[in-house]
């Protein structure tokens, strides 16, 4: 039996020093131009047949083994944030305002490691492994460009495999978890128009600062009294604009938020309860509203018997004590969309360590994990991909 966790950390180094490169060097979503360079010259010099450009910046490999067999595509996303990092790591961002602060310089370097260590292995199982390296998982749809590009065909997955480093958790946790295990993302933007004027008259205006400050409070009652106590929604207003001067009732007020879901029909009731507060109120107080509501991700659902593999895998390879069957986060991921159409499951590896003080929250300026756990992400991520191939 091929032991992953001893190849894994036997390429630490390789692992660790990709990471820090990528790190280093970020960049934001359908701009990873030197980083989809870095990862495509890595799988080339495996030998494997690369494709570039797919999705905009996106990167394709195909590894086969010793015969035909099944397709499993395991995916990696690429892409970093517009923040300006305050770790003072030494391998801090050297790019302005750009740092990788959601771990997707850890994911290519799992992802590029397991290849190295599967294409060491392609004589001994039968299949192939489609290796995707994805731009833009950030809100901007890279998902779904490289699904348009065909990424899904020629040839079609089986099954995906998907995994994220974790700073909600410490080091050790491992997450996999059957069904939705993360949210359904909405993004909403309320315009409420009224008639401004001077704060000293308010009877002369209409007031859409007061109709959005009880827009905000009856928001809340959504979940807190709509979605049972057994089930999931999150209502978020992020941000709210209105108005310059002290003395200035404005004639518009601008709020944006998110709304996440798991299930379609909370989704539907949570979406219709919204637009009966945000049109009730304003109609109350004399005020007009405009209502953006876009969907992002559905909601990242995983097949149970792909799961229920992995799960089996893991435990194997790694023991039971610090697996985690059942925890599910309301934040969202566009693998979801590949997850629509190709049955598999996305997991979760925890990466804090509070005592080195690694455990910054994700999108953190001063975000960054312990880089111990990239050889067990690695050693399961190969085990895995293994389990679905032909021996």
């Not at 001893?6 to 990471?19: G, I, K």
């Not at 089986?158 to 996999?176: A, F, Q, R, T, Y």
Request: one cysteine or more.
């Amino acid at each position: 039996m091929i032991n992953f966790l001893d190849e894994a950390q036997d390429l630490f180094e390789y692992s660790r020093d990709l990471r820090r490169d990528f790190h280093r060097h970020p960049e934001i979503g359908f701009k990873e131009i030197r980083t989809a360079n870095i990862v495509a010259r890595e799988l080339a010099n495996l030998g494997l047949e690369v494709k570039t450009g797919v999705g905009h910046t996106g990167v394709v490999a195909l590894l086969e083994g010793k015969s035909s067999g099944p397709v499993v595509m395991i995916r990696f996303d690429m892409d970093a944030l517009p923040i300006q990092e305050e770790t003072g790591a030494e391998y801090a961002s050297v790019n302005d305002g750009v740092m990788h602060a959601c771990a997707h310089d850890g994911h290519m370097a799992i992802g590029l490691t397991v290849a190295r260590i599967l294409s060491n292995h392609r004589k001994e199982f039968n299949g192939t492994v489609k290796l995707m390296f994805q731009p833009a998982e950030e809100g901007l749809g890279g998902a779904e460009r490289m699904i348009a590009d065909g990424i899904l065909q020629n040839p079609k997955p089986e099954v995906v495999l998907s995994l994220h480093i974790w700073n909600d958790k410490p080091v050790g946790w491992i997450g996999i978890v059957p069904g939705p295990v993360m949210a359904a993302a909405d993004m909403f933007i309320i315009k409420i128009i009224g008639k401004g004027g001077h704060g000293a008259v308010p009877n002369l205006c209409h007031d859409p600062i007061l109709a959005a400050s009880q827009v905000i409070n009856l928001l809340q009652g959504i979940v807190s009294r709509n979605v049972s106590p057994l089930k999931s929604a999150v209502v978020t207003v992020a941000s709210i604009h209105g108005g310059e001067a002290f003395n200035v009732i404005p004639s518009e007020v601008e709020m944006k938020g998110t709304i996440r879901t798991f299930e379609l029909v909370i989704r539907d009731m949570v979406i219709e309860k919204f637009h009966q507060i945000v049109e009730n109120i304003s109609t109350a107080l004399d005020c007009e509203s405009i209502i953006d509501i876009r969907s992002i991700t559905p909601a990242v659902i995983n097949h149970p018997e792909v799961t229920d593999r992995v799960q089996q895998v893991a435990v194997k390879l790694l023991g039971s004590d610090q697996l985690d069957f059942n925890t599910i986060a309301m934040g969202s991921e566009d693998m979801a969309y590949v997850l629509q159409q190709i049955p598999g499951c996305y997991f979760f590896i925890g990466s804090a360590n509070k005592e080195k003080k690694l455990d910054a929250s994700h999108h953190h300026p001063k975000f960054d994990f312990d880089e111990s756990i990239l050889s067990k992400a690695v050693g399961l991520m190969a085990a895995s991909t293994l389990e679905f191939l032909s021996k």
